[in-house]
């Protein structure tokens, strides 16, 4: 029997899962995040935690945590947690994979159909009374998605499935940038590994699909947008930081790109500012790439089943630091 903490509401289900693993949950079944402070007091006598991509779980949190085993992050992307700080003390930490891989994949594909055909503009301007007749060339006029190049920046598992959904379902030439040649997607669907200056080069529409580290934090400036076609669109489900916001208003704003459509912001939840009054080729979404109601679910059970194996000594599924266990199992 382990205390675990659980940060945010996750679903009664998934909570129940952990007391009938024999836990002691302490659930702050709440939707705003705890202060650093807060946190830290929190996780002072647990065994377990699982945590948002909103929690912050850095060198002050594990320290404050002496008895803590391992971390579950609610997320795929890890770059809330120091994962090097929490192996160096032997607390293992885990993520959710695979099982909001085609629905972050749809919502990409949603936002690059949104800012292709101005999707929200379109709404705004029908329901300000604003459509009188029907014209050849119309103020919203549009761009083709069917056999343009999309270019994916990270060619994981999301990646992977945005490049399906591009060759497949839009007959679109795939280029795409990642640490290593991916050979299902050149096998599969033709694409081809190039740099991301010969992405940006070509792209009519580029996807970003990478996670954030150091080497991705402002990847995208307006130096590298400046690199895009004036015709193309940047569409960033990945993580805020990524891109500088600030340098892509600017880049709107001088025409540098045609549009861009964003999930994740620099500093989630605020966008930088001017960029909420733009409202020209430019679709903004709160963070929503895994969320319907199925895949949130699958997120907060796969969290708490990599929790329950840790804490039993079995390997997590989905451990980021599997040597973590194996030296606390020898
Ligand atoms: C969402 O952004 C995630 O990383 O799961």
């Known amino acids: 029997m382990a205390k675990v903490f659980v940060t945010q509401h996750i679903g009664d289900a998934a909570v129940q899962r952990l007391r009938d693993a024999g836990h002691v949950v302490i659930y702050r079944d709440e939707t705003v995040p705890m202060t650093p402070d807060e946190l830290q007091t929190a996780v002072r006598s647990v065994d377990g935690l699982v945590c948002l991509l909103t929690d912050r779980v850095d060198t002050a949190v594990l320290d404050a945590a002496p008895q803590l085993k391992m971390v579950a992050n609610v997320a795929v992307g890890y770059d809330n947690i120091d994962l090097g700080a929490a ?19 749809d919502h990409a594909f949603a936002l690059l ?9 379109a709404d705004t301007f029908m329901r300000a009374g604003k459509y009188e007749r029907f014209e050849l060339f119309p103020p919203l006029l549009g761009l083709d998605v069917y056999g343009k190049t999309l270019g994916i920046v990270g060619m994981g598992r999301i990646g992977a499935a945005v490049a399906w959904r591009g060759a497949l379902g ?13 050979t299902a997607v050149e096998q599969e669907l033709g694409a081809q590994k190039v740099s991301l200056p010969e992405l940006l080069r070509q792209s009519d529409f580029v996807s970003i ?12 400036t307006l130096e590298t947008l400046r690199q895009m076609k004036p015709t193309a669109c940047l ?10 916001e600030d340098d892509l208003l600017t880049a709107l704003r001088e025409g540098v790109i045609w549009g861009a459509a964003l999930d994740v912001f620099e500093a989630e939840p605020k966008m930088t500012a001017g960029l909420a009054e733009y409202r020209e080729r430019l679709v903004v979404a709160p963070h929503l790439g895994s969320a319907t109601g199925e ?9 708490v089943a990599n929790l329950i194996a840790g804490l039993a000594g079995q390997k997590p599924p ?9 030296e606390t199992s020898r």
Do not use: C
Request: glycine residues 4%.
């Open 87 to 105: 192996t160096r003390r032997g607390i293992l930490v885990s993520n959710t994979p695979d099982v909001l891989t085609e629905t972050t994949a």
């Open 113 to 121: 159909l949104a800012i292709a055909r101005r999707i929200p503009e």
């Open 170 to 182: 839009f007959g679109m030439k795939i280029l795409y940038t990642a640490n290593s040649a991916k």
């Open 209 to 220: 699909n990478t996670p954030l580290t150091p080497e991705t934090r402002h990847l995208f």
């Open 235 to 244: 569409v960033n489900t990945a993580r805020g930081p990524i891109v500088k």
């Open 295 to 303: 895949t949130r679910r699958k997120m907060a059970e796969t969290a």
């Open 318 to 326: 989905n451990a980021l630091n599997p040597q973590v266990w194996r």
